[in-house]
């Protein structure tokens, strides 16, 4: 199987030229034979880099209470048009779709892996703990997507960011026989460069290591009655994620990226018998994990 990684820096918080932009990305990688297409944390419509650099904890602030407004306004619904489009895409071409949203529900903000096969939504993982400033804008997500999909190559499950470093979210997807594994970044090598080849190792798994960018130039169409910080983030620095994708085998080594600094298209032809091979030496999706010693409960209670 044939899976890409699509770096490219949002349209930021505009949700429909992010989307047209991922769009003609999309087609480049079915072009190129890519049957698993992934993307990065809340490309769409971008990742709130603004929290950190602009003071977000400052509370009950206009700016930042409008700033909110303007992102809560460009998140997608589960059943928004252009998740509707990419059902579309999936069917019309045969393959799979794994990347990240910002999803809106209530007043609320989720920090969203979105899986989607033949036509269909199969999953929507929400981020189960929002990182530090994170959580001034994303809502805790809960256990409904820590699932496994089948492929042409392998069960395949998805975490966001440093959930990726929570040994029991990851534990979650080994326990149902995962061979490759989708960690969606907002965009930085050093948030992809260690913990992509551990998990390879650990998992004896494919690693699919998807980043974003965001750089300063990024916010130069915004209309600051919308977005009030919008010169805090244009006089900040260059570049504020600088992307790292990567892909990873079972044996820990990079195959493909890192791709730094710049928008692209990552490929990789990944199989399962690499994953097999590597677990005649180490299976934690099996009889590794002593599942007669250790139990894990997971509570997937809706919220």
């Not at 419509?45 to 603004?50: L, T």
């Not at 997608?76 to 393959?95: F, H, K, W």
Request: aromatic letters at 8%.
């Amino acid at each position: 199987m044939i899976v890409s990684i699509i770096q490219i820096a949002p349209v930021f918080l505009d949700k429909k030229k992010t989307w047209e932009k991922l769009k003609i990305k999309i087609q480049e990688a079915v072009a190129n034979g890519a049957e698993l297409i992934t993307w990065g944390e809340t490309l769409i419509p971008g990742y709130p880099q603004w929290v950190s650099q602009a003071g977000g904890a400052k509370f009950n602030d206009d700016d930042h209470k409008r700033a909110y407004s303007k992102y809560w306004k460009e998140a997608l619904t589960i059943d928004d048009p252009i998740i509707m489009e990419m059902q579309d895409i999936t069917r019309d071409n045969d393959i799979m779709l794994m990347g990240g949203i910002a999803e809106r529900s209530g007043g609320s903000i989720y920090c969203t892996l979105i899986t989607i096969q033949n036509g269909e939504l199969l999953g929507r993982h929400r981020k189960v703990k929002p990182t530090y400033e994170e959580r001034l804008v994303w809502a805790d997500g809960d256990a409904q997507g820590l699932k496994v999909y089948d492929t042409s190559a392998g069960r395949i499950g998805g975490l966001n960011c440093w959930e990726n470093w929570i040994p029991y979210c990851r534990a979650a997807l080994h326990e149902q026989g995962e061979m490759i594994h989708v960690s969606v970044w907002p965009g930085s090598i050093n948030l992809t460069k260690d913990i992509s080849r551990y998990m390879a190792k650990e998992g004896r798994s494919w690693i699919i290591s998807a980043s974003g960018l965001i750089r300063s130039e990024d916010f130069e169409h915004l209309n600051e009655k919308e977005f009030p910080l919008k010169q805090a983030m244009i006089n900040g620095r260059d570049i504020y994620q600088n992307g790292g994708s990567m892909i990873v085998d079972p044996k820990g080594e990079i195959v493909a990226g890192p791709l730094i600094d710049e928008e692209g298209i990552l490929y990789a032809d990944i199989d399962e018998n690499t994953v097999i091979q590597e677990r005649h030496n180490f299976d934690y999706s099996g009889h590794y994990s002593r599942k007669d010693i250790f139990e894990l409960r997971i509570n997937k209670t809706d919220k």
